[in-house]
């Protein structure tokens, strides 16, 4: 099978890869970006574990193509931090205990991190209506939820 030539911008820096017609840009990512925070869960987009930006806007990478990427802007969990310096999003979760095995932790984050630009005030319903499609099988979901409320309040400056 042929291969394609693509050049996207990941997390800020431009990228070329070489990919088939039918590899998805959560293996691409992985396999040969050796970005392996983009976890594989389903392959379905079902569990959200590989959850990325596109474009500023949220996707699960194993239901995109790599090819879909040609000329586009990838943020993946690697690029939510600054160099030496978590996210809140990230403090957070390990202060609220919201991560166990870590699969769906990059996902979350990133989903998460998704809706706080969006809404960087969101109630609790809200929180948990945008992280729907993320599943989790460890933690449950309320440290998760707390986490992310935690860090917007802390991204607002509110007082904790």
């Not at 389903?42 to 930006?53: E, I, M, Q, R, Y």
């Not at 939510?80 to 205990?97: D, G």
Request: hydrophobic fraction near 40%; proline fraction near 4%; glycine fraction near 8%.
């Amino acid at each position: 099978m042929s291969k394609y030539h693509v050049t996207t911008t990941v997390n800020g820096q431009s990228v070329e890869f070489l990919c088939t017609p039918t590899q998805a840009l959560s293996e691409v990512l992985r396999e040969e970006l050796d970005m392996i925070g983009t976890k594989e869960g389903c392959t379905t987009g079902d569990c959200g574990a590989c959850s990325v930006l596109l474009d500023g806007r949220l996707v699960c990478a194993c239901l995109v193509l790599g090819t879909e990427a040609e000329g586009r802007s990838i943020e993946t969990i690697e690029g939510v931090a600054q160099p030496h310096q978590m996210h809140p999003l990230q403090t957070k979760f390990l202060e609220h205990a919201a991560l166990q095995c870590g699969v769906c932790t990059p996902g979350y984050i990133v989903a998460a991190k998704a809706l706080l630009e969006v809404n960087p005030d969101p109630s609790e319903e809200e929180v948990r209506y945008w992280l729907a499609g993320n599943l989790c099988r460890c933690t449950g979901y309320d440290k998760i939820v707390r986490a992310v409320l935690d860090a917007a309040a802390e991204m607002r400056g509110a007082a904790q």
